[in-house]
């Protein structure tokens, strides 16, 4: 339940982040009131494409029904890359993100064309919500009737979560910036991808892709066991595993060098620039 409630709270920042700005922008210019009826239309459709996404997805992997482990690893590393280029991405983006939207707006009001803020608003909701989908595709895959429902819980909680962090970030605080929070939260979602790429590891190793090589190397269960309540929730969220093969040891320390090596790239390129 804590990775569906940390992922809907996450995803739910990012795009009220862009549709705070779109409004409050749209709100201080009287001219610009009729855009605010395409910023809604926009975020509306977000939510319908963000949706056919998810009832695609479900019925691929009904069609798949006989390679239910091959989708199933298939979602898992493409939810794990798809984390890691998000972090990149608002490592590249996220300083000038209010500054470029806001020109953007000031364009479009000068033409009085507001196709381009139903256009963002759009691609803001349905990026968050169709990550989200991927995201929690396996979790949400093997849930059963009883747990669903828990799932659902956890993900109106995650959301509701959002908008009280807005709101708290909204006003400012030094303590609590756009900035310290989206560094705080890239860490999170990077251990979150590792958690993903891990289980993807051991799900090629379960279907014999590749070899244990040794299993285990420790258990550290008498510590924190991940089939308890405790360690099923950071087994989710960072990768932890009390039994451990070296594989997905290797495969583990692996991930977290190729991050390594895509943030001291980008770094670099930001330096040189």
């Keep these: 339940m804590g990775q569906v409630l940390f992922i809907v709270w996450r995803e739910s920042i990012e ?23 395409y910023l809604w239309g926009g975020v509306l459709l977000g939510l319908i494409l963000a949706a056919v996404l998810a009832i695609g997805l479900f019925a691929a992997s009904e069609v798949f029904a006989e390679k239910q482990d091959l989708f199933q ?18 490592r590249a983006h996220g300083r000038t993100l209010k500054h470029d939207l806001e020109s953007g707006l000031s364009r479009q009001a000068k033409e009085a064309n507001w196709w381009g803020v139903l256009i963002l608003s759009t691609i803001a909701v349905a990026r968050e919500g169709s990550e989200t989908v991927v995201f929690l595709y396996g979790t949400l895959a093997a849930a059963n009737a009883a747990s669903i429902w828990s799932m659902a ?7 509701l979560l959002a908008l009280l962090m807005y709101y708290v970030l909204q006003l400012g605080s030094k303590l609590l ?8 939260t890239e860490f999170m979602l990077l251990f979150l991808a590792a958690a993903l790429f891990t289980s993807g590891i051991e799900k090629m190793i379960s279907m014999d892709w590749l070899p244990p090589l040794l299993d285990p190397v420790w258990d550290s269960s008498r510590w924190l066991d991940d089939s308890s309540a405790l360690g099923g929730v950071v087994a989710a969220l960072t ?7 070296l594989m997905s040891l290797l495969a583990y320390a692996g991930f977290w060098l190729s991050v390594w090596w895509l943030l001291r790239g980008r770094r670099q390129n930001r330096v040189r620039a």
Excluded: C, E
Excluded at 15 to 37: E, F, S
Excluded at 239 to 245: D, L, S
């Design 153 to 159: 819980g956890a993900g109106l909680m995650g959301f």
């Design 239 to 245: 990768g932890y595993r009390a039994h451990p093969a």
């Design 15 to 37: 795009a009220m982040l862009v549709i705070g700005i779109l409004n409050t922008w749209l709100k201080r210019d009287p001219a610009a009131a009729r855009g605010r009826v």
């Design 73 to 90: 690893l298939i979602m898992v590393l493409v939810a794990a890359v798809l984390i890691v280029q998000m972090v990149l991405w608002m």
């Design 177 to 184: 910036s756009w900035r310290g929070f989206f560094r705080v």
